[in-house]
């Protein structure tokens, strides 16, 4: 079906209206958060149960802490320190009491560290933690188990993981975001199809296959990032795809810069605190780069397309790559590679862990692992990232712009490989 160039909004009044009635959302939500926040901070102290988001040990000045990412009811989420001793795991319930007589109203919107004491553990076995269990069964290296947690369950890496995979330039690969979801919505949409061709040509050829696949997949989806606790590139993701399949089923073009924009929109409208969190415009940024490829290359074959655009997206995301992590190693460039294999990688594992031979490619991973302990500090200045960030938004209205873009992402990368 030839999608037409029909307008999202017919008139400058629709137009308005709508960013009116976001408006209006953005702000009553924005009060409820301002009204949550005045009930926790109240009184100086105030004890609250907690959900455990992640643990790790941490060595600093001579003294070795546990650090804890906590999360509320409210999805107030805070750091912490507690003792190193403290044998706690993501998915745990805990009673804290926490000091919050300095905590601001941006720090409670964005991310706080707080003093604490924890008063009471609870152990709980929760669906996440008992998917864990299973993972860890098929293993016996620790951080092969923590990898397959990460893809699977969206647990945390621990730091010294992190930054191993950091420094090959695929740390992205394990945070499950909006490219996993998209890799299990095709699988998804090819297992529904042979059953529902099959129904539907003996009980309802009047049904919609594009319509009906996309309601069984999306809730599929619901779940699994129900599931997950919403992380923020996910949720990004799960947006876009209702967001696109609406535009689509109006015949309205979907890959396009208006899309994105309007999914950024709700998203920041419903959930405020999206606003600040890095995960969240990390995944903005990858799509924003693969619309931005796609309005000035869009006449390319598609199988040009898909060994081109993991190239452009991997030299456009390394200033951010660099000033969020400041580490470079001579392997990363080999994380385009790993990106196209992943595509193939990730729905092969589900599927052997499925039928209990998850631990297939454990050497390889071990091996990735080793090649990323070493790397070079490459320390990269705000000031650039700015000019970065403006010479792409330019690139929307330019393609001058975009390939000023470009070439400023080839000399970052030429100049991380004379460094290293």
Partial sequence: ????????????????????????????????????YKQLTKYKTTTIEVT?????????????????????????????IAKKNLTVTSGDK???????????????LSSAFLFSKVLHVQKSTTLKQQLNQTIALQHKDKNITRI??????????????QTSFSNLGVSHLLAISGFHLGVLATVLFFIFK??????????FPYRSYKVDSFIFISIILFFYIYFLNYPPSVLRAYAMLVVGFVLYNRQIKVV????????????????????????????????????????????LKATTQFFLIPIYVYIAMLPFSLYLFHNFSVFHIFSILQSILFTLFYPISIFLHLINHGNLFDTQLQELIALGQNHTYIPFKKEFLYFYILTSTLAIYSKKFFWLSLLFGIFILVYCFLRT
Avoid at 194 to 203: E, H, M, S
């Fill in 52 to 80: 455990v988001q992640k643990a790790y040990i941490k060595t600093k000045h001579k003294k070795t802490y546990k650090v804890l990412k906590l999360q509320t009811n409210k999805n107030f989420t805070f750091y912490t």
């Fill in 256 to 299: 396009t810069m208006q899309t994105l924009f309007l999914t950024i929109l709700l998203l920041l409208t419903f959930f405020p605190k999206l606003f600040f969190s890095v995960g969240f415009w990390l995944s903005v940024s990858g799509v924003f780069y693969i619309f931005l490829f796609l309005k000035y290359f869009k006449h």
């Fill in 1 to 36: 079906m030839q999608l037409l160039k029909v307008r999202l909004f017919k008139t400058k009044k629709d137009f308005f209206f709508f960013i009116f009635t976001c408006s209006l959302i953005f702000s009553f939500n924005i009060l409820l958060e301002f009204y949550n």
């Fill in 94 to 108: 805990l009673k804290v009491k926490i000091w919050v007589r300095k905590l601001s109203f941006y720090e409670y």
């Fill in 148 to 161: 397959y947690e990460a893809l699977f369950s969206a647990t945390p890496l621990p730091k010294d993981l």
């Fill in 194 to 203: 042979p059953f529902y061709k099959f129904l539907q040509t003996r009980f």
